[in-house]
């Protein structure tokens, strides 16, 4: 399974990502990946196979800010690359997300992406939640309302509780909590983070699929 981990604070977040990335290694995982904001900008680093490499790139492109996501990640659609590792970032390189599931109709979500305008950097089906985040954006929505288009009454529960994606985006804040059943949003800086209890959902139905 996946590891997710996110920092918001007044501390330097790319060496708390990296420790807790190391504390979730005994989970498994092929390739792994963070972004970093600071001044309203996103940066993004990952790297295929372990966190040593992860390690190695960070150490040669360091960052200051304080507010950052992580990710460790178990390849189900696509090889184990830097290419399909986390975070993904949409168009614009202004949003990112890290996810922990699998994204069922992914593909028929993506072909109507692609025929918008969009470009996929990845095989991933995670990719086309941060795509369809930006659609909801350009339209003037909050990040918390956006999410809430993408996710909420989608991604229904029956079994694990488990967070399944991490988002991030330099011009939103976010706050409150849906029902219990779909999503839990934390107040951070500029961060939010949904908690569906499955391991897999259809964005575009109306129940989850456990694994």
Same mark, same amino acid.
């Given at each position: 399974?996946?590891?997710?981990? &996110? ?9 708390? $990502? ?8 005994? @989970? ?13 900008? $996103? !940066? ?28 460790? @990640?178990?390849?189900?659609?696509? @090889?184990? !690359? ?30 109507? $992406? ?25 339209? &003037?929505?909050? $990040? ?31 706050? &409150? ?32 699929? !456990?694994?």
């Amino acid at each position: 399974m996946c590891g997710i981990v &996110g920092y918001v604070g007044p501390r330097t977040a790319l060496p708390l $990502l990296m420790d807790g990335l190391r504390r979730l290694e005994y @989970r498994g995982y092929d390739s792994a990946g963070v972004a970093v904001e600071k001044s309203g900008a $996103l !940066t993004v680093l990952r790297a295929e196979g372990k966190l040593d490499n992860l390690a190695t790139t960070v150490s040669t492109h360091p960052i200051e800010g304080t507010t950052g996501i992580g990710h460790t @990640r178990w390849a189900t659609h696509g @090889r184990p !690359t830097e290419q399909n590792a986390h975070p993904h970032v949409d168009c614009s390189g202004a949003t990112a997300v890290i996810h922990n599931g699998i994204i069922e109709n992914f593909a028929e979500l993506k072909e109507p $992406l692609i025929a918008g305008g969009h470009h996929f950097s990845s095989d991933t089906d995670t990719e086309v939640v941060v795509h369809l985040l930006e659609d909801e954006l350009k339209k &003037g929505a909050s $990040l918390e309302v956006a999410a809430g288009a993408v996710f909420t009454q989608q991604c229904v529960d029956d079994a694990l509780d488990s967070p399944i994606a991490r988002g991030w985006n330099g011009q939103h804040r976010v706050s &409150g909590e849906q029902n219990s059943h779909s999503t839990e949003q934390w107040r951070g800086n500029q961060a939010i983070t949904w908690r569906p209890k499955a391991c897999s959902c259809r964005l575009a139905g109306r129940r989850a699929a !456990t694994q």
